[in-house]
């Protein structure tokens, strides 16, 4: 029951970009789930999501690869072969990335998963559009935005956003505010501190582009209320 509690916290702390004090929880956690694999693989995922937001790149993937070697059900595999893909894409390894995704979404294997494979296309496409295969990459990323907002996936709909606000960063379109805008409402729909301060981020460049900065008091007011939440769980 304490190394599921501990687990529960992490999780929570995590939800508030609390990446650092995550670890520690998880930490804490480590003698009691010891003897029970699964809560060792949602440990080690945990893990991999704090040390990749701490952009602790090749540790995430370790702890990814941990998970990986604990599990041989083919469907259980997806979600951490996914997130070693979503590392290599903020690393830059788009071919990597795509090597690793397009098995996934070419089999049957995700057929009946439809959240799950919403995420495998969104993660997909994003891996093609910045590899310099847009249209490719646009098209796939439009296609795992539809089955979320199908399937009523609000958070998976805040990364779909995020990903469309990044590809239209470059061409300046009002796209970017636009995504940005969606991503934001619905973060804050659903508590997400980092993926609110994201959303904000891509709204405060367009501004500036434009000679505006209406979303900066609002980045810093966040940015402020989540150094208050680390610093009150230390």
Known sequence: FVGYTLLQLARIQQTYGDFGNSEETLTEALPYIENNIPYQNGANNLFGIAAKELKNYEDAVGYYKKV??????????????????AVYIDQ???????????????????????????????????????????????????QALAMRQELNDSYGSIESYLHLAEYYKNTQTPKVKENALKAYALAKKCSSLPEQLEALSYLMIYNEQRGENNYASQFVRLNDSLKKVQNNAK
Do not use: C, H, W
């Open 92 to 142: 830059k390894k788009y071919q990597e990335a795509i090597s690793l995704l397009n098995p996934l979404v070419n089999s049957s294997l995700l057929d009946k998963l439809p959240f799950k494979k919403a995420l495998v296309l969104d993660n997909l496409g994003f891996a093609y559009a910045k590899y310099k295969q847009e249209k490719k990459g646009l098209d796939l990323m439009y």
């Open 68 to 85: 990986l070697a604990a599990t041989q059900d083919s469907i259980l595999r997806v979600t951490p072969l996914n997130n070693i893909a």
